[in-house]
């Protein structure tokens, strides 16, 4: 007889083992009885009372370092993820952003809050160049991966996976701290490098050599460049961990009935975007490497006949394109690492909402299968002009442009979710329509880039940056804001303020078109990106104005993000207590209970019977139907 402890009773998945069985007297401590198959994960309590041993097994010994720091409950870790990822790393992420506009719409001016944050690099009041490089690099580092990636993969893959398919936990609880702490300590070595001598990283978030192999290159490329490098290698790891341990769940610890074509497209969203992960996060891991040899040992993959200050250098025979590839192999995957969550939880909330089922749900899956595989092989059109192959340019061209297809799939599908349903504008509905709206606009920019011919002019200009921040940016933020709002309940037991709500979305939409929108024509009027001050180019002059109220418009949104901080602070306290299923949705995270504990649900876990969009169900009493209401003799399968 194999016997196994309550508190890992979850950790036997990752190994693979598939049917066990444990049998036990009915005494004062009985055993769980567990069955699982490939698809199916069953725990059924010997009797009533076993729940609450179950409770007590898990909690009596628990401390506030195992229950709150080092825990393994997905939920414990969601919050984690949150807090770390989302206040703490967004937040100087948006203030680092807040610093270098300032300098954009009043070049060379004096400015107190230069003095206080930035000491030395502001020599009185006035930003150093140099300085301005590497706020923009660890600006750009933050908020792609240290937010949108570990803010919405961790905290919504964490929280809802399990409570979705109907699980107790993740697959390894071990694992999945495990990949909380090494995300934590990659965040406080990237956050130790801004406080270097000779400066943070300055090369850009996209770490083109030489610039970043050459610590003579600029102040920036020294010891900063080094910690950012070790700090992406590990949060590398934990993307992985975390990643394998969602494909495992999903794919072993689904409950009774649920087939893969009953899960919320959130899980859907959540799976492929891990899959992705796995496929494109080792190469970035290998680029970086290479680059640390090159910097540290010697070796010359990156660099070949470089001259500095007269000097020539004993490099040859690497090239720097060749870490174009590896870097964008990752970093365009990298925009849908961020961007399918968003819309995995957009899927439910517009459907949730509208009190309608999602509009062509299989093709909402093929759309999102599609987009992972095309995700990967169009990376070239960052290199349009890096002195690539034109053949290749015209290849990567024409994987971009159909790339647009399974993206215009989803758009019209939330449309045509929201056509004539009754709308609830709660502020996660707003929020879900506002990332509708940025993902076509930021779209339809993307096709324009990604034409060889038409990117050749506006490479590199403030066009790339409002496209890129409309549909990877604002659109991701926006998808984690609606998840923020509508699972707030599930993660604190308590609702956010609605009204607060209302005014962080209409003060945030109107200032992210108010900054992004005007980029689109000083970019077509050739305005360059990353430049420190425009004011030694006549030519630029008349853009001058449109840079000052792009940067009011950036100090208003960065304002109503307040609003949204003490929102979240308060209601986390003060709010009011939730019921359990607030939103009147169908999926199982609503089935249990408000109070945490460990295992999710008391008793035995829910069977799912249909799927997860029977909204507005004619012939039934209530407007929504949960997933586990077995379908009744009469009842028409609403299914496809």
């Known amino acids: 007889m194999v016997i196994i402890k309550r508190s890992v009773f979850i950790d036997y998945a990752i190994i693979g083992l598939k049917n066990i069985k444990m049998e036990g007297k009915k005494n004062n401590n009985p055993r769980i009885r567990v069955k699982m198959e490939s698809t199916e994960f069953v725990d059924l309590l010997d009797n009533k009372n076993d ?22 409950d997905h939920k414990m870790i969601a919050k984690q993820y949150l807090i770390t990822g989302v206040l703490f790393m967004g937040f100087i992420g948006i203030a680092l952003s807040l610093l270098f506009r300032l300098q954009l719409a009043w070049p060379e001016e004096s400015f107190a809050v230069f003095d206080i944050f930035l000491g030395k690099w502001a020599p009185e009041g006035v930003m150093d160049p140099n300085i301005y ?7 750009g580092t933050i908020m792609v991966f240290f937010v949108l990636t570990a803010g919405l993969s961790g905290t919504f893959s964490n929280l809802l996976i399990p409570l979705q398919i109907g699980a107790r936990d993740m697959a390894s609880g071990f694992l999945n701290m495990v990949s909380f702490w090494l995300f934590f300590l990659s965040s406080t070595i990237m956050l130790a490098s801004l406080f270097v001598e000779a400066g943070p990283a300055a090369a850009g978030w996209t770490i083109y050599p030489p610039l970043s192999a050459l610590p003579q290159a600029q102040s920036g490329s020294g010891m900063g460049m080094t910690l950012w490098l070790i700090s992406m290698a590990i949060f590398v790891a934990s993307s992985l961990l975390g990643s394998l341990n969602y494909i495992v769940t999903v794919i072993n610890l689904r409950t009774k009935g649920m087939s893969l074509f009953r899960m919320p497209l959130t899980i859907w969203a ?9 496929i494109s996060f080792p190469v970035l891991l290998s680029a970086a490497l290479l680059l640390i040899m090159d910097r540290s040992f010697g ?10 200050q007269g000097e020539v250098l004993h490099y040859q025979g690497g090239s720097p394109v060749l870490f174009e590839h590896l870097f964008w192999f990752l970093g365009h995957p990298e925009v849908y690492i961020v961007l399918l969550p968003a819309l995995g939880i957009t899927s439910e909330i517009i459907a949730t909402s509208s009190r309608k089922p999602i509009f062509g749900y299989r093709a909402m899956v093929a759309s999102i299968l599609a987009i992972a595989f095309l995700s990967t092989v169009v990376w070239g059109h960052h290199m349009f002009i890096s002195g690539m192959n034109p053949f290749l340019g015209s290849v990567f061209t024409f994987t971009t442009l159909l790339i647009a297809i399974p993206s215009a799939v989803k758009a019209f599908n939330y449309i045509t979710t929201l056509w004539k349903g009754n709308l609830q504008f709660n502020p996660g509905m707003l929020f879900s329509i506002g990332l509708v709206s940025t993902f076509i606009t930021g779209g339809l920019t993307g096709i324009i880039l990604g034409d060889s011919t038409l990117d050749i002019n506006i490479h590199d200009t403030y066009f790339v940056v409002a496209h890129f921040h409309l549909v990877m940016g604002i659109s991701a933020l926006y998808g984690l804001f609606a998840g923020v709002y509508h699972w ?14 209302y005014i962080h979305f209409w003060v945030t939409a109107i200032s992210a078109y108010g900054v992004f929108f005007p980029m689109h024509f000083i970019g077509m009027a050739g305005l360059p990106r990353r430049y420190y001050t425009n004011t030694a180019f006549p030519y630029f002059d008349d853009l001058a104005d449109i840079n000052v109220i792009i940067t009011l418009f950036a100090l208003l949104a960065g304002a109503a993000q307040l609003v949204f901080l003490y929102n979240f602070i308060y209601s986390m306290f003060f709010g009011k207590v939730a019921e359990q299923n607030p939103w009147r949705s169908n999926t199982l995270e609503w089935t249990a209970p408000v109070e945490h504990l460990h295992g999710n649900w008391p008793g035995e876990i829910p069977h799912v019977h249909r799927w997860a969009y029977d909204y507005s ?20 399968i609403t299914e496809h």
């Open 51 to 72: 729940s609450s041993d179950f409770q007590q097994d898990h909690h009596h010994k628990e401390t506030f370092i195992t229950k709150y720091i080092f825990s393994q």
């Open 133 to 139: 490089l590497a706020l923009v690099t660890i600006h």
């Open 270 to 278: 959540f799976f492929v975007t891990a899959i992705i992960g796995v």
């Open 299 to 308: 070796t010359s993959f990156f660099l070949s006949d470089i001259f500095v």
């Open 488 to 501: 707030f309940p599930k993660l604190f037991g308590r609702m956010m303020n609605k009204n607060l709500g």
């Open 617 to 636: 169900k004619p012939g039934q009493k209530e407007d929504f139907v949960l997933q586990t209401v077995p379908i009744g003799p009469e009842e028409e």
